[in-house]
């Protein structure tokens, strides 16, 4: 399958600052990503879809001002989580689409974010 | 009413039995339907995924799709103690990669 490529795969920051996750296709060009919320054992939460080149389309209940997405290529997208709180501490996990619909989504390794 | 559900769990099998887990979904025009594994801390990885109504089977793993019913399944055979893991159903809803995750059945498997 694809290569996705999350970075970083664990970050601790401050409350109050910013914090970037990077979410890169390796060997395919991904037209859509999705941003996915977990927090401890509960189940994948969409929070944005991003696709190349325009804005990205947030779910309900997500502050799109502190969540900044940007796709500005075909191989690149990154979320931007602005003056975290620690209850934005979660684990934050991409995933990269292309090839016609009903084909699996391929998902990056996942970041673990902790805000002190 | 939640989009995808599963049993929560903990399912516990010993090794080499059956497990099986099961999903509904609400959304009668769903397409696509996906099993995922989860280890603690790490990135759903794909196991299954089946379009059409019936089985399907890729080695020990086995998913049935019921659309009528709006229901899909997955059997591990033969299970494993490295099986020990979350398993999350996801649902394709229209033509587009989102997907709608259950919450996700943890499975034991006992050695």
């Known amino acids: 399958g694809a290569v996705v490529s999350q970075h970083p795969s664990r970050v601790i920051c401050k409350s109050g600052t910013s914090v970037k996750i990077e979410c890169r296709s390796l060997?395919?060009?991904?037209?859509?990503m999705f941003w996915y919320r977990q927090f401890p054992k509960q189940s994948l939460m969409l929070m944005a879809t991003s696709n190349e080149g325009s804005k990205a389309t947030y779910e309900q209940g997500v502050e799109k001002d502190k969540f900044l997405i940007n796709h500005a290529s075909l191989t690149l997208s990154t979320l931007t989580v602005t003056s975290a709180h620690p209850e934005d501490s979660s684990f934050y996990i991409c995933s990269a689409g292309t090839v016609p619909v009903d084909t699996e989504a391929f998902f990056g390794q996942g970041t673990r974010l902790t805000v002190v | 009413q939640k989009e995808v559900e599963q049993n929560s769990g903990p399912l516990s099998v010993p090794e080499g039995a059956i497990a099986s887990l099961n999903c509904t979904y609400s959304d009668r025009g769903s397409q696509s339907f996906f099993w995922y594994r989860q280890y603690s801390g790490k990135s759903p990885e794909l196991i299954m995924f089946i379009y059409s109504n019936g089985d399907k089977e890729d080695g020990r793993f086995t998913a049935q799709l019921n659309k009528a019913s709006q229901y899909v399944s997955l059997l591990i055979r033969d299970s494993q103690p490295s099986d020990s893991a979350t398993y999350l159903c996801a649902v394709n809803m229209g033509h587009d990669y989102k997907l709608s995750f259950g919450a996700g059945t943890t499975v034991t498997v006992r050695a």
């Open positions: 060997d395919f060009q991904a037209t859509t």
